[in-house]
Every structure is written in structure tokens, then in C-alpha cells.
């Protein structure tokens, strides 16, 4: 049984590395890490290897492969530890937390504690003091879908 899976083993070249290496990386668009894409580019790698050393036993390129895999996937953890990246729009779904600091005019008089305002396509109801129609606000913060509000000063 394990004469032929040998067998199998011993008769890859650098082509077979490499669908290897282009059938994992394609697997990391579906996969939720970046752990697939080092484990492409390590067979990616063993081609070239295997391409430019013909003769190399398969023995070796297996365990260059998990060499290169491994210490891959090791490095990118600990860099990756040190630089996380920067989300573009950490507030996407609080759309609410999105208008913090920013003025707005009122639509409807805040009247014991409650008015409206309208941003872009949807009219708010925000919470502040009372204040007449047509008056400047400055979103504060949100409480669900509430807006918190208070006057806009003059600067």
C-alpha cells in the first residue's frame, strides 16, 4: 500500500509543484486566513527548486517544502503581530457611531428632549436639549438609533 503512494511521490516534478502552489493559493480566496497563501507559495518555491535542481531526491523537496511553509507561516504571524493593518472604516455597521462630531440642522424642534434631523436619505431622531427649527447641532454620541445632540457653537 505504500509502494505506489511512494511511487506517486517520487515522480513529481516542478510542474506538479507548482499546480500545487496555484491550487492553494486559489484555495485562500475562499478561506477566512492568509494560511493557504504561504503553504502556495512554499510549493510555489520548491518548483523553482525542483526546476532548477532536476535530480533532487522528492524526500528533500518535501521537507524543504515544510521548511519554507512553517518558517512562512511563523514570520508572517509575528509581522502581522507587530504591523496589524489599518481598517479603512472600522465604524462600516454603526452607522449611527459614523456621524460623531459632525453638525447637522435640525428638521423637526427638539421639544422635551426629542427632535429630527435628516442625513443624506434617512431623518434621525436625536435627544439634546431644546432647541428651535432650523438651529445647528453637533452629534455627541448614539444610543441605538438615537442620535445624542447638542448646539453647534460659532468658531
Not at 5 to 14: E, R, V
Not at 68 to 85: D, M, T, W
Not at 104 to 131: C, M, S, Y
Amino acid at each position: 500500500m505504500i509502494d505506489p503512494i511512494i511511487t506517486w511521490l517520487a515522480s513529481l516534478d516542478f510542474w506538479s509543484w507548482w499546480i500545487l502552489g496555484l491550487a492553494l493559493v486559489i484555495l485562500e480566496v475562499f478561506a477566512p486566513s492568509t494560511f493557504f497563501l504561504w503553504l502556495g507559495i512554499a510549493a510555489g518555491i520548491v518548483g523553482i527548486v525542483a526546476w532548477i535542481f532536476p535530480g533532487m531526491a522528492w524526500e528533500y523537496e518535501w521537507i524543504l517544502f515544510a521548511v519554507i511553509a512553517i518558517a512562512s507561516i511563523v514570520l508572517s504571524r509575528l509581522f502581522l503581530k507587530k504591523h496589524p493593518g489599518v481598517e479603512d472604516n472600522t465604524k462600516l455597521n454603526q452607522r449611527g457611531a459614523q456621524y460623531i462630531g459632525r453638525q447637522f440642522t435640525l428638521t423637526e424642534a427638539i421639544r422635551n428632549g426629542r427632535g429630527k434631523i435628516h442625513v443624506d436619505d434617512t431623518q434621525w431622531t436625536v435627544e439634546g436639549p431644546d432647541t428651535d427649527l432650523s438651529q445647528v447641532v453637533r452629534v455627541t454620541g448614539v444610543d441605538g438609533t438615537l442620535l445624542i445632540v447638542e448646539p453647534a457653537t460659532k468658531e
